[in-house]
């Protein structure tokens, strides 16, 4: 195997990992809140544990990497993914499960924003890097898709750890290939760390998931509920003027200038927002209203898995043909009309209700995922790739993070636990509509995206005193 080809591989099978540690909890959270005595708020933490801290650490990650090296870093990302997925399989209790899925998300923040820079660096020549990034893109949205079947398979054959205890193998097998086939890059003029706006980032988004989580069990206008929107505002509006002030920001808004770049973090952010977050209340409706199993469950979505597969790689094959703007604008469309689609589902309804939708659902991600990839290098300086693929990464895992909060909003306090089926299914009904609406938004934003794929549109270069160090 070529060293560019080890790359793809070695990149893509790290990528499925942590995908799938986002999607396969799903048909395991039932289980882990039965072992673990926890209810609805317990188990939207370790979802939102794993994505929050993965949202709020990918910027730093990005410029950490292009200055120390992308090679080392990623190697850095895997022992510490690994180790915190070992942890998470032996959680006696949901606080060291959640804490450890924190961790996770820490270790899959490093590995998220130097995949695509590694790629960028494996495959020079514009043909080759299409390809690659639309293996990329594929292996994103299918990994997401195949998620709840792999969860349940293993939660229904063996236990809910093994969710976790799988990646143990599969990291070391990723470092191995790293350390054979992957080449060392980095930014000749790379950017110094931004810890102030690290941190100031960090507590605005766990200030405001926390708020939304707290929100539908103790009233929105609780006073620590909404201690926690205040601090989320005070504190988004410290990072956005640390961001501006700073001489090497950690999220150079001038990045954001870029009409298209800056359209392709808002589609990412919708579609995350919508069906990825809204996956989780699906799936606790198939176990918790219908009655299926954690296998029969992830079962549910394997039509529209195979719809996803087939058009990713129609999607691929078309390559630089596909028009951007009306490529992800379309796939939001049909997501938005798979998610209304969905709501004919009801307390007395067989799992079938699903299946149309999703399958509508899963055919708009499997465009989706190919073309944005190529969206966010296409519009990005080739220094700043590691950077570029941050805060695309810092968007898609935002996105899940505040929409399952969000949409969790929607759904009765004590969740499907002791719920009257009926009051959980109109509460999903809801938690449905509100999500189609942020896709169609999505849809929205996506028509700024340039007409035609840009093979090298190049973002402002940040001005010349942010790089003369802190």
């Not at 910027?59 to 200055?67: M, N, P, Q, T, Y």
């Not at 605005?204 to 620590?224: E, I, Q």
């Not at 954001?256 to 770049?261: E, P, Q, T, V």
Request: hydrophobic share 55%; with cysteine; glycine share 10%.
């Amino acid at each position: 195997m070529t060293a560019a080809r080890g790359t793809l591989a070695v990149v893509c099978i790290t990528t499925a990992m942590l995908m799938l540690d986002i999607a396969v909890v799903n048909t395991a959270l039932f289980a882990i809140a039965d072992d673990l005595d926890t209810g609805l708020t317990g188990i939207q933490w370790v979802v939102d544990a794993y994505t929050l801290a993965l949202a709020s650490a990918v910027l730093g990650a990005g410029s950490f990497a292009d200055r120390l090296g992308r090679r080392r870093v990623f190697l850095g990302g895997l022992v510490l993914f690994t180790a915190a997925s070992a942890a998470c399989a032996a959680a006696p209790d949901i606080v060291v499960l959640d804490t450890a899925r924190a961790v996770q998300g820490v270790g899959a923040a490093v590995l998220f924003a130097v995949s695509l820079a590694l790629l960028a660096h494996a495959f020079p020549d514009p043909g080759g890097r299409a390809r690659a990034l639309a293996a990329y893109g594929a292996t994103i949205g299918a990994s997401f898709a195949l998620g709840p079947l792999a969860g349940g398979m293993l939660t229904e054959w063996a236990h809910w750890r093994w969710i976790f205890l799988v990646n143990v193998p599969v990291g070391l097998a990723c470092l191995a290939g790293t350390r054979r086939w992957v080449a060392e890059s980095r930014d000749p003029r790379p950017r110094s760390a931004d810890w102030p706006g690290q941190l100031l980032l960090a507590a605005a988004m766990s200030a405001l998931v926390f708020g939304l989580l707290r929100a539908p069990g103790h009233g929105w206008s609780n006073g620590v509920t909404a201690a926690a929107f205040v601090v989320a505002g005070v504190c988004g509006a410290a990072f956005l003027v640390r961001e501006r002030r700073a001489r090497e920001p950690m999220l150079p808004l001038g990045m954001l200038a870029n009409r298209a770049f800056a359209a392709a973090q808002a589609a990412t952010f919708a579609i995350s927002a919508s069906l990825f977050a809204v996956f989780l209340y699906t799936t606790l409706y198939l176990q918790t209203v219908v009655g299926l199993s954690p296998l029969r469950a992830g079962l549910v979505y394997l039509p529209g898995t195979i719809a996803m597969f087939v058009v990713a790689g129609a999607t691929s094959s078309l390559g630089p043909r596909l028009r951007p703007r009306f490529a992800v604008a379309g796939s939001l469309v049909l997501i938005s009309l798979g998610l209304v689609l969905t709501v004919r589902a009801d307390a007395d309804d067989s799992w079938t209700s699903l299946v149309p939708g999703t399958v509508i659902a899963f055919v708009g991600a499997g465009v989706f995922n190919p073309v944005m990839s190529g969206i966010v290098l296409g519009e990005t300086r080739a220094e700043h790739f590691g950077l570029a693929a941050g805060i695309n990464d810092a968007f898609r895992q935002t996105g899940i993070a505040v929409g399952v909060a969000a949409l969790g909003a929607f759904l009765p306090a004590a969740g499907p636990f002791g719920t009257d089926p009926a009051a959980y299914v109109e509460g999903l009904h809801h938690a449905l509509l509100a999500a189609a609406v942020i896709a169609a938004a999505g849809a929205a934003a996506a028509l700024l995206l340039p007409n035609r794929p840009t093979a090298a549109s190049p973002l402002p270069a940040p001005p010349e005193r942010q790089r003369t160090g802190v």
